[in-house]
Every structure is written in structure tokens, then in C-alpha cells.
């Protein structure tokens, strides 16, 4: 309920934060330049040619293939839930076997895989799950500088992530409506 979820969000976010780091530290992926052109910069390319794309996130797009061009990032693929949100955490208060003893944060389960994607994009799911428990920016800051570090790359590459994972959604909206994701994207 909304009630439980307010109380519970302060003691679990810190521990999703946590998972979501060792996640991402234990499935990046360093790519060659083909993999490279086809998950990143074709893309960016199409993102920031598309008129319906907001100015400021096609400007985002060039940024980061100028950056992707000249050497200065090399982006990787982490796992991607897709949808990294409090409704899809659940929490096992049972005395399940083998966490019987922990504190009831660390006995969650994240639910609802089937956007998710090993061969996913890095910052999506960390300010996605941050503006879901309404993290502070100050505590955003702090969780981005270390996914850079994970991600060995700048923290202005954090940007370059976020849009290159917009640049595959857009190109991936199925059923969800493009002004939705629009507005989605620009919050």
C-alpha cells in the first residue's frame, strides 16, 4: 500500500541502490566498435534526427556521439530492467530458507523482467528506481559518480548513457505511446 511503501522506502532504497551497483559492476560489457555503431551511435543518430524529439535531448544525442566519435566514451552494456520502480519490489517478510536471518530489506524481489535486457544501458534504471523513491540530488550525485566509476567513464557520460538508452526505447515503443515517452524522458 502507499501508507507501507512510504515507511518502507527509506530503509529499502539504500539496499536496491546497493543492488543495483553490484549489478551493474558484475555484468558490464565492453564492446567492440561494430557492437558499438549498432547499440549506440546508429541509434543516438536517428534519436537526434527525429523532429519530434524535444531540442534539449537531441542536443544530448550529438553530444554524446561527438563523444562516442572522437574516443572520448566507450560505452558499455550492463543489465537493464527497464522498469526499475517500487512497484516492482516485493518484499518477503516469510522466514524464507537461506534468508531466514536477514533484516527484511535485503528480502526483496524484483519483479516484472520481460523489457529487461543484459545487453542493456547503464543510468536507466538508477534514475528511474531515484525519481521513483524521490531521491534527494544530492544522493543522486553521489549514486551516479559511482556507477561512472563502475562504468570507467566520465561523470558527463552519465548524460551519454541516459540518452543513448532514450535513442533505443524510442526506437523500441511498441505499445507505449511516443508522446508519453516523450514526456517521460524529459522529466
Known amino acids: ?103 527484511w530489506p535485503r528480502r526483496f524481489v524484483i519483479i516484472d523482467w520481460p523489457g529487461a535486457a543484459i545487453d542493456g544501458y547503464a543510468m536507466h534504471d538508477l534514475l528511474r528506481f531515484g525519481r521513483a523513491v524521490a531521491l534527494k540530488p544530492d544522493a543522486i550525485r553521489r549514486e551516479v559518480l559511482a556507477h561512472c566509476r563502475i562504468l570507467q567513464c566520465e561523470p558527463a557520460d552519465a548524460a551519454s548513457n541516459l540518452v543513448a538508452a532514450f535513442a533505443y526505447l524510442a526506437l523500441h515503443l511498441e505499445h507505449f505511446p511516443k508522446p508519453a515517452f516523450i514526456r517521460t524522458a524529459m522529466v
Open 1 to 103: 500500500t502507499r501508507i507501507l511503501w512510504t515507511m518502507q522506502r527509506r530503509r529499502l532504497r539504500q539496499v536496491i541502490l546497493d543492488w543495483l551497483g553490484e549489478a551493474t559492476s558484475a555484468t558490464i560489457q565492453t564492446l567492440d566498435d561494430a557492437k558499438i555503431e549498432k547499440d549506440f551511435a546508429s541509434p543516438l543518430r536517428r534519436f537526434a534526427a527525429d523532429a519530434d524529439i524535444p531540442a534539449p535531448l537531441r542536443d544530448a544525442a550529438h553530444l554524446a556521439l561527438h563523444r562516442i566519435d572522437h574516443g572520448c566514451w566507450s560505452p558499455r552494456h550492463v543489465l537493464m530492467h527497464n522498469d526499475l520502480w517500487q512497484g516492482n519490489i516485493l518484499i518477503d517478510d516469510r522466514n524464507v530458507t537461506g534468508r531466514g536471518g536477514e533484516p
